[in-house]
């Protein structure tokens, strides 16, 4: 009540105020973690976009408006030349990690040192899972997939997974465990309302390199290009 008896009418017109998040640490271009020496090598990308779903951490546009926004490329050795394309528009808000010889469980590790809490991560591109099939363990590949999948979504970003493309010269095995973990991550995706990336026909077009796993010259360039227009759309 109001001095002298009388009820004063109170309105919810004023707005909590929130503390801006500290400015995130400089990104540096390049591979700053170390040398996963596994012995497998993974074969390169293609292109077939499934758009992810919205991400289903509670996260309100007061709350991101103040957050750098920053868009995160991880994986194995494919992913080595591709730096330049993808970060040189705003080495701020893009980073490419790249980790030669990792498995799915080496980038769930490696999540937790690259994300920082400071920022909001609109997309996170993973590209991982040919190291792994060399054991042509298919139910603890979806098993560390699944893992992985757990820990990707206390981010609260839009995550995209690469599909695996086949690799060359090591046996009958390995071609169907890769063929089926990659119709199994497809409906996983799916179902998890992650994004999912298929390269298609591209890389058999002369991009790859002699050893038929890895990007050549080219190729590194026309995957760089057409990570970096994925980056950009999702930043904008």
């Not at 997939?145 to 060359?168: C, D, H, N, S, T």
């Not at 095995?173 to 799916?190: H, K």
């Amino acid at each position: 009540m109001a001095q002298g008896g009388h009820w004063q009418l109170i309105t919810s017109g004023s707005r909590q105020c929130s503390t801006p998040a500290p400015n995130p640490p400089a990104v540096v271009i390049g591979n700053r973690y170390a040398l996963l020496d596994t012995g497998e090598k993974e074969s390169p990308p293609t292109v077939k976009e499934e758009k992810p779903h919205s991400p289903k951490a509670g996260r309100s546009a007061a709350t991101t408006a103040n957050r750098k926004r920053r868009v995160v490329v991880v994986g194995d050795s494919l992913l080595r030349g591709t730096e330049a394309p993808i970060c040189c528009p705003d080495i701020s808000s893009r980073e490419v990690c790249c980790l030669p010889g990792s498995r799915i469980r080496n980038v769930m590790e490696a999540l937790s040192r690259i994300i920082q809490p400071s920022d909001y991560y609109p997309m996170l591109f993973i590209h991982v899972g040919t190291n792994d099939t060399a054991r042509c363990d298919t139910e603890r590949i979806k098993s560390e997939y699944r893992a992985l999948g757990v820990r990707v979504k206390e981010f609260g970003a839009q995550v995209v997974f690469f599909l695996i493309l086949p690799v060359k010269g090591r046996g009958p095995g390995r071609d169907r465990c890769i063929m089926e973990v990659n119709a199994w991550l497809r409906r996983w995706c799916r179902q998890e309302g992650f994004g999912f990336l298929d390269h298609g026909m591209l890389f058999e077009e002369g991009l790859l390199g002699r050893d038929g796993a890895h990007l050549s010259r080219r190729g590194k360039t026309v995957f760089g290009h057409r990570l970096a227009n994925l980056v950009r759309r999702a930043l904008s």
